[in-house]
């Protein structure tokens, strides 16, 4: 029986060519490379999970001409990686700084990776600084941080900083559906998607998700409802059928579909932020340019077109008012559930407040008139 590998790992890139959703990155380190302009210290910053000691590996591979299955960690040659967040202090510089005197014994460069570099202290960020000004010609250092407001600016002034961006939610459920077709897993678009949400722009994330899926899913197949019984997510249809009874103004069903949700183990709070996020990807759908910040599957995206045309600007523009003043209102209330049921109350009778304006209007027209 084979061991398991993760798929973070397992399906982790071998070139700038597989790296997902940093083109700017990767052409940019491309270039420098063809063109002999690679900077000796360079800052990686951006969030988890989006390829920055990836990327650093596959540049320290590239530049020395290592094979692709030299480049597992620091264990390769001529590639030293360091986690700042255990090995912080002013010694675990000082014994870095004493392995960079020492030229590389096979290939061009030695490759410094720092992970984590804005947990080093001080005291080390100082004992640093000298070496990372003036490095030997044949060390290069790439510092990697998902915080770099933290990295104090000598170190950020020495250093060429690539800001690596989230993952869009399209490239991610791309890349999972690759990796489903090469795994023979069989698996739903609308599926592939949530996970992709999910993961909020980290790849990383979105693979531990996917792994577990489909470890929850006996026969090899990834569906939507297994999805969002996994990850105990909300179901779409909750909102849109909670936003026709009360564009219906049918009081009773919203208030029992709510109390299903309440039933089935899901946070009122949670509910009021999902169904204000509904009611913004309606708003996202009443206009055709704005359609594509709708992050969501096809099958879904036309479900919100259909809504979005039977629901009024004025009832979502005053529902957002609505969830937004509940939202903020929520942890002071003493009773929430009743907090939810009065916004739910107000949201079924915005469209009656909306004629009863109109009708007053007219009749001081007639009046003015």
């Known amino acids: 029986m084979e061991n398991f590998v993760v798929s973070a790992r397992k399906y982790r890139p071998k070139g700038f060519d597989e790296v997902v959703g940093q083109k700017h990155i990767t052409t940019t380190l491309k270039n420098a490379i063809d063109n002999d302009h690679l900077a000796q210290s360079l800052l990686f910053c951006g969030p988890r999970g989006v390829g920055k000691t990836t990327c650093a590996r596959i540049l320290a591979r590239l530049i020395n001409d290592f094979e692709v299955d030299n480049m597992e960690g620091s264990s390769s040659l001529n590639i030293y990686e360091l986690d700042a967040a255990s090995n912080n202090s002013v010694d675990d510089v000082r014994n870095l700084i004493d392995k960079v005197r020492v030229p590389p014994q096979h290939g061009k460069y030695k490759v410094y990776i720092i992970d984590e570099v804005h947990m080093l202290s001080n005291a080390a960020f100082n004992a640093f600084l000298k070496t990372l000004e003036e490095p030997p010609s044949y060390a290069i250092f790439i510092l990697a941080t998902t915080e770099k407001h933290k990295v104090i600016p000598t170190i950020l002034s020495r250093c060429q900083i690539y800001d690596f961006n989230r993952i869009k939610v399209s490239d991610i459920s791309d890349h999972l559906k690759e990796i489903a077709d090469r795994e023979g897993i069989e698996a739903e678009e609308a599926a592939l998607h949530l996970i992709a949400q999910k993961a909020d722009g980290a790849l990383r994330d979105a693979l531990s998700i996917f792994d577990l899926i ?40 919203a208030l029992l579909l709510f109390d299903e949700i309440l039933k089935n183990g899901f946070d009122g709070h949670n ?68 907090a939810v049921e009065l916004a739910l109350m107000k949201l079924a009778k915005i469209n009656s407040a909306i004629d009863l304006a109109k009708q007053n209007d007219a009749v001081l027209k007639k009046k003015v008139s």
Do not use: W
């Open 214 to 253: 489909v470890t929850f899913s006996p026969d090899n197949k990834i569906t939507y409802q297994a999805t969002i019984d996994n990850l105990h997510i909300l179901d779409y249809d909750y909102y849109f059928k909670v936003t026709d009874a009360l564009n219906q103004e049918k009081i009773p069903e």
């Open 271 to 338: 509910f009021i932020n999902g169904l204000a996020s509904h009611f913004r990807d309606l708003l996202v759908c009443k206009d055709e340019s704005t359609l594509q910040l709708l992050e969501v599957s096809e099958q879904v995206k036309a479900q919100y077109k259909k809504q979005a045309s039977e629901v009024s600007p004025s009832f979502v523009l005053s529902g957002l008012q609505i969830l937004n003043q509940t939202d903020q209102s929520y942890k002071a209330s003493k009773n929430q559930r009743l």
